[in-house]
């Protein structure tokens, strides 16, 4: 199995924003995790696909673009344009699920699933056999810098255990509230991808990157 930081730019300097990525890449971070919000199914606001086009050209980062919007299924070939390598859209803010993630795939783009918090973790299993990834929010998404949900250590075990008992390969990412001191509980857990952003960019971005992944490489 591969581990892999994905530091989420939502917590990033944008006045630095392509100084930071060079040094979330060049110290080992494989992904780059973009936060789209809506305003609709989240509180919050971010930033789109412009935003996402004008980096791309900057790094080799994988672009794990998390769709925070309700009926993300409008937006698939315009993120797709924009540059998205890995969409990953929120379970409950689709009616259509299943031909959500077939849009994602026929735009030739892996396609994840996220759950909120709030979410029954059995909810995934039909939807699993069409994935690349799942996501357990251990935050509620639309805000940075909240503190991690304990409970979600157990959601983290069971989603591993149903990818497991569907002998599928399917990464398990977990995003919100991820930092030195609590990734080795998460990754024990199950996950192989973790999204940290204020344990990223808050400091030295190069420093606090090689940091987690000499963690995620004594995994491996």
Known sequence: MEYILAPSILAADFKNLGCEMKKTEENGAEYLHFDVMDGMFVPSISFGMPVLASICGATEQVMDVHLMIKEPIRYIEDFKKAGADLITIHLEACEDVHATIAKIRECGMKAGLSICPETDTEELAPYLKEI????????????????????SL???????????????????????????????????????????????FKGDAGENTKNFMEILKSYE
Do not use: C, W
């Open 132 to 151: 690349d990834m799942v996501l357990i929010m251990s935050v509620h998404p639309g805000f940075g810098g909240q503190s991690f949900i304990p409970e």
């Open 154 to 200: 157990s959601k983290i075990r069971r989603t591993r255990q149903m990818i497991a008992e569907q002998e599928l390969s399917v990464d398990v990412e977990v995003d919100g509230g991820i930092y030195l001191t609590n990734v080795k509980d998460v990754l024990d857990a199950g996950a192989n991808i973790i999204v940290a952003g204020s344990a990223v």
